[in-house]
T-cell receptor, first 112, second 111 residues
Framework: GAGVSQSPSNKVTEKGKDVELRCDPI?????LYWYRQRLGQGLEFLIY????????KSGLPSDRFSAERTGESVSTLTIQRTQQEDSAVYLC??????????FGSGTRLTVV | TQLLEQSPQFLSIQEGENLTVYCNSS?????LQWYRQEPGEGPVLLVT?????EVKKLKRLTFQFGDARKDSSLHITAAQPGDTGLYLC???????????FGAGTRLFVKA
């Protein structure tokens, strides 16, 4: 597609439930990133995928967070047993080296 | 931990004023990017600077990369309400795949 697509755009879930967030990157971009942005804050790195290399998971805040990517296509970020502090906008970006990130519009997650 | 510190954190100015936003680090980056983010949207890339001392202009926006590639500034001339948003700087480490984002400067331009 022309841009990075994320779904759902908004998600309200009950505390303790699992959620799955989806990202469709730009075709041909080999690097894909997930960031978290709390209200009024900057971007917090979560994880990135680069081609067939092992993903860099160093930013995942706890073992309740996991992410997968199939080849160089869709990625899913899963949060298990959601907590209220997980409420944030989750942004996905794909990277064309030398040109910077292209971000999706994000998924706004609210845990109630 | 590599940090990018942005200042000021928040800026509210009148239309027509000039402003400068700063991005500082103790680390050297291979390149540095500036993004603007509007409410409900993801950040949008404004510019990438690569060479120490480099200056790039984008209409009323002037970006500068420090000589040592540790800091950068964004200067806006004659700000307009459409410039309102969150401005983020991002430093790209050598190797190109790990990027550090600053916490952002939230700019509000009043008409």
């Amino acid at each position: 597609g022309a841009g990075v697509s994320q779904s759902p755009s908004n998600k309200v879930t009950e505390k303790g439930k699992d959620v799955e967030l989806r990202c469709d990157p730009i075709s041909g971009h080999t690097a894909l990133y997930w960031y978290r942005q709390r209200l009024g804050q900057g971007l917090e790195f979560l994880i990135y995928f680069q081609g067939n290399s092992a993903p860099d998971k160093s930013g995942l805040p706890s073992d309740r967070f996991s992410a997968e990517r199939t080849g160089e296509s869709v990625s899913t970020l899963t949060i298990q047993r959601t907590q209220q502090e997980d409420s944030a906008v989750y942004l996905c970006a794909s990277l064309e080296l030398g040109y910077g990130y292209t971000f999706g519009s994000g998924t706004r997650l609210t845990v109630v | 931990t590599q940090l990018l510190e942005q200042s000021p954190q928040f800026l509210s100015i009148q239309e027509g004023e000039n402003l400068t936003v700063y991005c500082n680090s103790s680390s050297v980056f291979s390149s540095l990017q500036w993004y603007r983010q509007e409410p409900g949207e993801g950040p949008v890339l404004l510019v990438t600077v690569v060479t120490g001392g480099e200056v790039k202009k984008l209409k009323r926006l002037t970006f500068q990369f420090g000589d040592a590639r540790k800091d950068s500034s964004l200067h806006i001339t004659a700000a307009q309400p459409g410039d309102t948003g969150l401005y983020l700087c991002a430093g790209v480490r050598t190797g190109g795949f790990k990027t550090i984002f600053g916490a952002g400067t939230r700019l509000f331009v009043k008409a």
